[in-house]
């Protein structure tokens, strides 16, 4: 006889799974894979249900009861910036069945596995008049009504950091648990920032007499901090709640610490790009470590733990509170100038609490490719004035970059029959460009073909090689011998 999940709730603790995203970047997907819609998760589940059911499967197999759909971005706002919002449906269905599948092959006669359909809050906020309320709870409804269609047994709202858009989400999924004629658990999860609120300031007991009145089956927290932080907020839901109460204490943060590893400075990514600045980061972060790495070697523990205090000193210090602020700045002015400015100025004014952190993408997929047509070089009338402005050659010069010309070259190139293939007709070789000081040459290479020449002893050390290269097959490692560049003579 199949267990039911509510009376379950009612009498044990049920295990959930993981997370999907980190899941995700373990398999080698390819932009084909995405279909050309680079971090959209959710089209994995039409284009590699394998991938997702494996996933499932490995949550299952290591014991858990309850696995989530791959839905936490099928929703207006997220599959609207790719520009399929019109793919809820389709999506949501598609992953709630192969949830379904992997569960119903886990399941046994003595013990019941179930699936939970996803509720992401999108990106876009009903309270900040980002979207219409009503818009938005019908997007909603139609995302679980694909859920239901696909076979899910309970519905999850979770990260929920606007108590109008968690509304939202709830309202929609009970019209189309009405609709459907189905009645199935609604759980609703918040999400309370280091901050101690919501993201948009309400506090944990706001957002109890908010959402209990609903006829939610279950309230709870995810996201955001991790555990410990979450421990308090968890204590007041337990003593106030007339429901259940879940948690899914997966931290949203970075790690900065391992057993016996800690990162600082730019390794760790503490340049605040708005301010192009860095050194002050890195020096805080300094003393920090070096004040965690005092007390771990006078209790002679290496730990994750021990040295883990470097991670919580940093987030409290300047340089948390500001990297923080400065979090969205590369993002924002990838979605343009307007938007950069705007993201920006409420970012500021929010002390970086809104926008929530925008998708990232790396620095080698703005690259585009050669147009058809054959498009004009726009570098063809770059004129310098030996002024103000110089070419390359000359600049590197006044670099005074120097390195041993007997080492080899530190620029390692994985693959040089990409370069004078593949990369010719599709980028024409862009090293030759982007590389400030004329390391990348394509010359003659006898016979018919060009090769890659690498004028190694010419690298300033900016790096672009390495972030830009469209088929990241460019390696850059440190030089023999200090060498590099030596500004003295600017
Ligand atoms: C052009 C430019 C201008 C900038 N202007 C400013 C500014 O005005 N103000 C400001 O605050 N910040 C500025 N920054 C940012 C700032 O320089 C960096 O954020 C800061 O230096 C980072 O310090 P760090 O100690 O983490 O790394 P780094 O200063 O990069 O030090 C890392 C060191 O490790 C060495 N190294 C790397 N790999 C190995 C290896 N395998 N073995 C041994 N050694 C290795 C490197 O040679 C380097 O010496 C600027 C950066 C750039 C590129
Ligand atoms: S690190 Fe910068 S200067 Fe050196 S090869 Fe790469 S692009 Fe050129």
Same mark, same amino acid.
């Given at each position: ?71 936490? +971005?099928?929703? %207006?706002? $997220? &599959?609207?910036?790719? *520009? =399929? ?6 999506? @949501?269905?598609?992953? /709630? ?107 944990? +007991?706001?957002? %109890?007499? $908010? &959402?209990?009145?609903? *006829? =939610? ?6 996201? @955001?901090?991790?555990? /410990? ?118 970012? =500021? ?142």
């Amino acid at each position: 006889m199949p267990e039911d999940l509510r009376s379950t709730l009612a009498r044990r603790v049920v295990i959930a799974d993981g997370a999907m995203g980190t899941m995700l970047q373990g398999y080698d997907l390819t932009m084909a894979d995405f279909d050309q819609l680079e971090g959209c998760n959710e089209v994995l589940n039409r284009t590699r249900p394998d991938v997702v059911r494996a996933i499932h499967d490995a949550y299952f197999e290591v014991g858990v009861d309850a696995v989530e759909t791959n839905t936490f +971005g099928t929703n %207006l706002s $997220a &599959l609207g910036e790719y *520009g =399929i919002s019109e793919q809820i449906f389709d999506l @949501a269905e598609r992953a /709630a069945r192969i949830a379904r599948e992997s569960a119903d092959a886990y399941s046994t006669v003595d013990r019941s596995r179930w699936v939970l359909g996803s509720v992401g809050p999108g990106t876009k906020l009903p309270t900040l008049g980002h979207v219409a309320y009503g818009q938005l709870r019908d997007a909603y409804q139609t995302q679980v009504e694909g859920m239901l269609a696909g076979g899910i047994d309970a519905v999850l709202i979770e990260t929920s950091q606007d108590l109008l858009q968690t509304k939202a989400a709830t309202l929609g999924a009970k019209r189309a648990l009405a609709h459907a004629g189905r009645d199935l658990p609604v759980i609703v999860h918040v999400t309370v920032e280091t901050t101690g609120t919501m993201l948009l300031g309400s506090e944990i +007991g706001a957002a %109890l007499t $908010a &959402l209990e009145p609903l *006829g =939610i089956d279950l309230i709870g927290l995810n996201c @955001a901090t991790g555990p /410990a932080e979450m421990s308090e907020h968890l204590r007041h839901l337990s003593r106030y709640a007339q429901i259940g109460v879940s948690c899914m204490p997966n931290a949203g943060l970075p790690q900065l610490t391992a057993d016996g590893v800690m990162m600082i400075g730019d390794t760790a990514g503490m340049l605040n790009g708005e301010r192009l600045k860095g050194i002050h980061t890195a020096i805080k972060a300094g003393m920090l470590a070096a004040e965690t790495i005092l007390d771990c070697l006078v209790k002679n523990d290496f730990s994750r733990n021990a040295l883990g205090v470097f991670d919580k000193k940093l987030k409290e210090s300047y340089v948390g509170r500001e990297l923080y602020k400065a979090r969205n700045f590369h993002q924002a002015f990838d979605r343009g100038r307007m938007f950069g400015l705007m993201t920006e100025g409420i970012s =500021i004014l929010t002390g970086g609490r809104f926008p929530s952190k925008l998708p990232i993408k790396a620095g080698h997929e703005h690259m585009q490719k050669l147009r058809a047509d054959g498009g004009k070089d726009p570098y063809v009338d770059l004129r310098y004035d030996g002024q103000l402005t110089f070419d390359k050659l000359t600049d590197v010069y006044y670099s005074g970059t120097h390195h041993n010309e007997d080492q080899p070259a530190h620029l390692k190139v994985l693959d040089f029959n990409i370069c004078v293939g593949r990369c010719v007709e599709e980028f024409g070789n862009p090293c030759q460009n982007f590389c400030p000081a004329n390391v990348y040459e394509m010359v003659d290479g006898g016979e018919s073909k060009r090769r890659l020449q690498i004028n190694f002893s010419n690298c300033v050390h900016c790096k672009t090689c390495d972030i830009m290269d469209p088929y990241q097959i460019i390696d850059w490692v440190p030089p023999e011998g200090g060498g590099g560049p030596n500004y003295r003579n600017m």
